[in-house]
């Protein structure tokens, strides 16, 4: 081969071929049947980016994209008179477009491929012209292509021109050595067209639908599938969706142009005025029920007389449609246009609408001629008449509604009084007609609520309802109502009123009535603790007596005992005890229903401070913390009896029944409210299954009483407990 190589050189080196390689612009290269370069121009050199030494180690698949170039040695196989684009690799690195042909010539007796390249960079576009096989088209100018070449039963890219990669924004370089099968993956139709272009041998096209794999856009396409010998395949793009969508634009005004008119179903009429025949469309008698085949219909297809259209009018219109027709000449109106009944085959009647316009006038100007159609419209007619009726019984229930109602009609920006029925009227004392025409914001300027709601009601479609205190604009009384707002199509508002007030005065007293009630109660605590500060007082003198004289038993006892009588002692001790027992014993029943008397005497604080030492010289084990931030003047006089008497038995649980360890008293005023708050670190309970509602221990007030004292005095009261997690009696009252 390196033989061959000296042979040919010196061949090519002859005067014969001199001027080809000085001359010939772009790359010019001999390049063996294996792919070895055997010679170049300086053209080829300054394209490639190689000196010429260096070009003459080279072979043509070092032009190639690394990892493209396995397989491209057989595009030099034959000749190539067609131009195609193959993407290249520069020395450094870069990739570009070049366009090339080749043709096999015999050097010295060996065949090898004379292989022209040019930098499309270079191209002047707007002279490109290619010629395509078999003559089926003779120009492609600045057309997008890409070169194919075909790989057992695939085709590969290898190149694509310089208005490709602007149309794909560059990135078309990316695709280079992938196959058609996996880009038209999802288009089958083209890969049809591959096949059938290699099959032929020639160039076909197609439009159709595209999705550029490159971009991932969707346009619609003309695609040219050039063959090139041996197993190329370049294809030309068209880039035709603007086109295609004025076809499809116009397509569809067409369709709905077609649809429009085999919709409709009127008919078509021209009246000689002075003859009176009448010539019709088949539509004319099919919209009253005949086939326009029928020889045995009413008329015929051509009406022969205007009398007899005439006999075809209901009886109750032909009057009417005659004068009508007759103005409408008489005055040359434009357009004449008249509701009538013909009526049908079947013997009954139709709503038609007919239209006409007179169109022709003799030399003295009589009318000679009048065209236009008969529109059926019958079923709008039944509709109108349907709607007349159902706004009569509209009507008839809007007047016959008991309550008031008033009509306010949206005018620009203002809700106008345009309504009202005779519950109104009553309502009212018979004043209400002299507002109509009146503007909303105007007369409910004392009762802004019912206009809000009015809006509202409008602007969101819908209904609203609301209670209010009411001012009349028209008899000035005041009333208590509930109204609603309906909105009405298009542009109405119906408001209802109900006059609630004896039911709001019924609620009010009710109010009062359990005010009082709760006053009374009241009452009867404070009597309750005259009576208890009565008995307390009583016993007090009473208990007194009684232990004097067991003071006295007891000092005799005793000086009994020195004298040396003992058995009589004994005995005066024996009869002292049973007594101190019972008293003990009564002592114990009654002293929590006893009124402390520093209470009256120093007030609330003192008599916790008191009730909470001796508590403290009770249950010594039993840790007392007393947190009190309040004052006197804060505690109102109503409430203190019901402070005290709430933290007596909540301690008196704690002790009973709580084994705690220790228990904390906090009275505060917070956000206008005296809170009391008392709670323990004991074993706690269930408070579901402690019922506030069962009964009261003798020996305190129980749960239930502390509820119903808190509740009954204007107060809240609330228990938060848990098994082994200690109780929390709240108590609150509102203070000023």
Not at 324 to 349: F, N, P, V, Y
Not at 698 to 715: A, D, H, Q
Request: overall charge neutral; glycine content about 6%; some cysteine.
């Amino acid at each position: 081969m390196k033989e061959n190589n000296t042979t040919i050189n010196k061949e090519i080196s002859d005067e014969t071929y001199k001027d080809l390689f000085d001359l010939t612009p772009g790359a010019l290269f001999v390049v063996d049947l294996d792919g070895l370069i055997l010679d170049c121009n300086e053209g080829a050199c300054e394209m490639f980016g190689y000196t010429k030494k260096e070009m003459l180690l080279l072979r043509a698949r070092d032009f190639l994209p690394r990892g493209k170039n396995h397989s491209y040695l057989d595009i030099f196989n034959e000749s190539c008179s067609t131009y195609v684009w193959l993407s290249c690799l520069r020395r450094d690195g870069q990739i570009f477009p070049v366009q090339y042909n080749n043709r096999i010539i015999t050097l010295n007796g060996h065949r090898v491929a004379l292989f022209n390249a040019i930098d499309i960079k270079e191209i002047n576009w707007d002279q490109q012209k290619l010629t395509g096989p078999d003559g089926i088209f003779d120009e492609i100018s600045r057309t997008h292509c890409i070169t194919w070449k075909k790989e057992k039963e695939d085709y590969v890219i290898v190149g694509y021109d310089k208005a490709m990669e602007q149309f794909t924004q560059g990135k078309i370089n990316e695709f280079i050595g992938r196959k058609a099968r996996e880009l038209y993956k999802d288009q089958p139709e083209i890969l049809k067209e591959f096949d059938l272009c290699v099959q032929k041998k020639s160039a076909i096209w197609r439009e159709l639908p595209y999705r550029m794999f490159s971009t991932d856009d969707s346009r619609h396409m003309r695609v040219t599938f050039v063959f090139v010998s041996p197993n190329m395949v370049i294809t030309y793009y068209d880039d035709i969706t603007k086109r295609k969508n004025v076809e499809t634009l116009f397509h569809e005004s067409e369709k709905r142009r077609l649809q429009a008119l085999e919709a409709t179903s009127d008919g078509v009429w021209d009246w000689n005025i002075q003859t009176g025949q009448i010539i019709t469309c088949p539509a004319y008698f099919t919209m009253l029920g005949y086939a326009p085949s029928e020889s045995d219909m009413a008329y015929p297809e051509v009406v022969t007389s205007y009398d007899e259209f005439i006999k075809l009018l209901h009886i109750d219109d032909r009057d009417d449609v005659e004068k009508r027709l007759h103005d409408c000449i008489a005055s040359k109106q434009s357009m004449c246009e008249i509701e009538l009944r013909l009526r049908t085959k079947s013997g009954g009647w139709k709503w038609i609408l007919k239209k006409g316009k007179v169109i022709d006038w003799d030399g003295q100007g009589n009318p000679v001629r009048m065209t236009g159609t008969h529109i059926d419209i019958n079923e709008s007619r039944q509709a109108k008449d349907a709607l007349t009726q159902s706004k009569k019984r509209l009507r008839a229930q809007y007047m016959g509604m008991p309550m008031p109602v008033y009509t306010w009609q949206k005018i620009g920006n203002e809700f106008i009084l345009s309504d009202f029925n005779p519950a109104a009227d009553e309502f009212t004392d018979g004043q209400i007609s002299g507002f109509i025409g009146r503007k909303a914001h105007m007369l409910y300027k004392e009762n802004p609520e019912i206009l809000d709601n009015i809006i509202e009601a409008f602007d969101n479609k819908t209904i609203r309802k609301g209670k209010t205190p009411y001012r009349m604009f028209t008899t000035k009384e005041t009333k208590y109502i509930a109204f609603t707002c309906t909105y009405v199509v298009p542009d109405m508002i119906l408001v209802h009123m109900e006059d609630i007030t004896k039911q709001k005065l019924a609620e009010e007293k009710l109010r009062r009535s359990e005010k009082d009630l709760r006053d009374l109660t009241a009452q009867l605590f404070k009597a309750e603790e005259n009576v208890r500060k009565y008995i307390a007082q009583e016993l007090h003198d009473s208990i007194g007596q009684h232990l004097s004289s067991i003071k006295y038993i007891a000092e005799k006892a005793i000086s009994q005992i020195h004298a040396g009588h003992t058995d009589m002692g004994c005995s005066s001790l024996e009869k002292l005890s049973s007594t101190i027992q019972n008293t003990i014993d009564e002592v114990s029943r009654i002293s929590m229903d006893l009124r402390p008397s520093t209470l009256d005497d120093l007030g609330i604080l003192a008599t916790i401070s008191w009730f909470c030492r001796e508590y403290q010289s009770i249950y010594p084990d039993l840790d007392l913390i007393k947190r009190i931030k309040i004052k006197e003047s804060n505690v109102p006089a109503n409430i203190r009896i019901h402070l005290f008497r709430i933290m007596q038995e909540s301690l008196n649980n704690v002790a009973r029944h709580a084994k705690a360890s220790s228990v904390k008293i906090d009275m505060a005023k917070t956000a206008g409210r005296i809170e009391m708050t008392i709670s323990d670190n004991g074993i706690g309970f269930n408070v579901r299954e402690k019922t506030l509602q069962g009964q009261e221990d003798r020996r305190g007030f129980g749960l239930r009483s502390m509820k119903e004292r808190t509740s009954y005095s204007g107060g809240k009261f609330i228990v938060e407990a848990a098994r082994g997690g200690g109780t929390t009696i709240r108590a609150s009252w509102p203070c000023a």
